[in-house]
Nanobody
Framework: QVQLVESGGGSVQAGGSLRLSCTAS????????MGWFRQGSGAEREPVAS???????RYTDPVKGRFTISRDVTKNSLYLQMNSLKPEDTAMYLC????????????????????WGQGTHVTVSS
């Protein structure tokens, strides 16, 4: 059974940092397309970052230069390092994964991923 479990969310002041983690079970993260989405209150779910099996990454413009997506294949985990956080980063962050490696970084919609976690909440206060 595939399971993605996020952790690391919390409350932080603007300018602070958080590191989100996503641990996968029933899944080999080293060969999967993986990423992070977020959904703020009353907002549409939006992509944040993705990573392909070769380590290539893609970021949405608002987080470029502030967020870094990475994976640790020895721990079968995905991470999102978030620096210089802003109040507009406040959202539920969800980890996504899919075993299909085709067009990995072009997959910029939530439903294009086969699996996702329950999410971890991030609150950034001004």
């Amino acid at each position: 059974q595939v399971q993605l479990v996020e952790s690391g969310g919390g409350s932080v002041q603007a300018g602070g940092s958080l590191r989100l983690s996503c641990t996968a079970s029933g899944y080999t993260t080293s060969t999967a397309c993986m990423g992070w989405f977020r959904q703020g209150s009353g907002a549409e779910r939006e992509p944040v970052a993705s990573i392909d099996p070769n380590g290539y990454t893609r970021y949405t413009d608002p987080v470029k230069g502030r967020f870094t997506i990475s994976r640790d294949v020895t721990k079968n985990s995905l991470y999102l390092q978030m620096n210089s956080l802003k109040p507009e980063d406040t959202a539920m962050y969800l980890c996504v994964a899919d075993p299909d490696q085709n067009s990995c970084l072009s997959r910029w919609t939530f439903r294009s991923y086969r699996s996702w976690g329950q999410g971890t909440h991030v609150t950034v206060s001004s």
